[in-house]
């Protein structure tokens, strides 16, 4: 279990003459400013996303080192999504293969540990090479303020056709108002030993609080698809700091429809007021089918009613291309220096025949670094990009809608996929925590 450290100080290194910008939007801009003379800002929170490709060196067994550009924080989190695939339109992939998840960190946090600039990566299956987004979310300082405490990371295992599971977080948190748990898919991952491909429902979980230290995990079978396999969870248990707001609420019901553009498309549950431009969403959720349209990976979700964006709101929207029965665990996160950018992409946005395409978002608060070469790509260090997307189609080849993005680079998000196919729709957040300080 993960022994807390307590917060490390950022040092900001201050030439002669010069002080610090009174503004926290200090700089606009992509250059690596590493070698400047003057301050900065800087901020509490440092966001690094990992892209993991096919070649040499790549993912293709069952682990995986992810080699990180800085020694990782004790206070950090994950969110991942990823897939096997050839690049083509026509191999299908299985759960054991299409899901990854982390194992190993420096702390003792999971089972194997490593470096203290690595995770470790597992899946079920090595067939096929694991390609994917890996953000790794770390607090560097103000941890009980404008950042986050890393509480627990927790390992919760379910068997074959089990729909729900419990753990316990071995540190309590001090309010349940203020919690994020991020496991499975937009979390610390999922691995699986099902090697049935009409089964991936077996590695989508409702991730939920209750009490002062438990973790639910609710899961769904149905539509010719069951929970096959051991499939295990990584979850990382958060509390946010005292300037954080953060709502959760549950959105069930079957609302969908070609394009995802209409508000009868999505189903809604309210919030307390938030601003949008201050504001992310993260959802865990199951669906009763498993098809590439109507499972959870076909899911699309969002801040507000699903089609408007309006300046403040007091909803979140869960939909889909098809009407199906769903239930999702939605987080809502709130700090009034964030800078939150959505963006919506029509049906066919995702094309029949594409595997990758780009996304215009605002440009970056404080600058970031782009390696766009090799087979493992960063983007470092102040942006999360967020994607979940639509799929026509209820068939089982996948891994189709499995879906993942990077900042390429300044005003710019590229997203990916292992295997075309069906045409999709998607919601985009480009959040940037470059003005979050205390």
Request: no cysteine.
């Amino acid at each position: 279990m993960r022994r807390y450290v307590g917060p490390l100080l950022a040092v900001v290194l201050i030439a002669a003459g010069s002080t610090i910008p009174s503004s926290r939007a200090a700089w606009s801009g992509s250059t690596d400013t590493s070698g400047s003379s003057f301050a900065m800002f800087a901020p509490s929170i440092r966001s690094t996303t990992y892209q993991l490709l096919p070649g040499g060196g790549s993912f293709t067994g069952t682990t995986f080192n992810l080699s990180l550009n800085n020694d990782l924080q004790s206070d950090y989190f994950v969110i991942m999504r990823g897939a096997a695939g050839n690049n083509d339109s026509g191999t299908h992939r299985n759960p054991n293969a299409n899901y990854a998840r982390v194992s190993g960190d420096p702390f003792g946090n999971f089972a194997s540990t490593t470096a203290s600039n690595v995770l470790r990566l597992s899946r079920g299956n090595a067939t096929g090479t694991w390609q994917g987004q890996i953000t790794v979310v770390e607090a560097l300082r103000d941890t009980t303020g404008s950042s986050f405490r890393l509480l627990d990371v927790v390992e919760t295992s379910m068997a074959s056709g089990t729909t729900s599971a419990a753990s316990s977080s071995a540190t309590s948190w001090g309010s349940i108002s203020k919690v994020g748990l991020y496991g499975g898919y937009y979390g610390g991952g999922v691995s699986t030993t099902s090697n049935i491909r009409r089964d991936h429902m077996t590695a989508w979980a409702r991730v939920f609080p209750s009490g002062s230290s438990t973790i639910n995990y609710a899961r769904q079978a149905g539509g010719g698809g069951s929970l096959s396999g051991t499939t295990t969870f990584s979850t990382y248990v958060v509390e946010w700091g005292s300037s954080w707001t953060i709502q959760r609420v549950t959105v069930t019901g079957n609302a969908g429809g070609n394009g995802s553009d209409q508000t009868s498309e999505y189903n809604t549950a309210a919030i307390s007021a938030v601003s949008r431009a201050n504001t992310f969403v993260l959802a865990y959720g199951t669906t009763t089918d498993n098809g590439l349209g109507d499972g959870w990976e076909g899911a699309i979700w969002t801040l507000g009613d699903g089609v408007n964006q309006n300046a403040s709101e007091n909803f979140v929207a869960v939909g889909a291309e098809y009407v199906q029965s769903r239930t999702a665990e939605v987080y809502v996160h709130s700090q009034p220096d964030l800078a939150v950018d959505y963006r919506f992409a029509a049906d066919g946005s995702i094309p029949t025949g594409g595997l990758t395409g780009t996304q215009s978002v605002d440009g970056a608060i404080s600058p970031e670094t782009f390696d766009n070469s090799g087979v493992l790509r960063s983007t470092g260090d102040s942006r999360i990009p967020i994607i979940s997307n639509g799929s026509n189609g209820t068939g089982t080849f996948y891994p189709r809608p499995i879906v993942w993005v990077r900042h390429t680079a300044d005003g710019t998000v590229t997203w990916t996929r292992s295997r075309s196919g069906q045409p999709g729709v998607y919601w985009l957040q480009s959040v940037d925590f470059g003005a979050v300080g205390p």
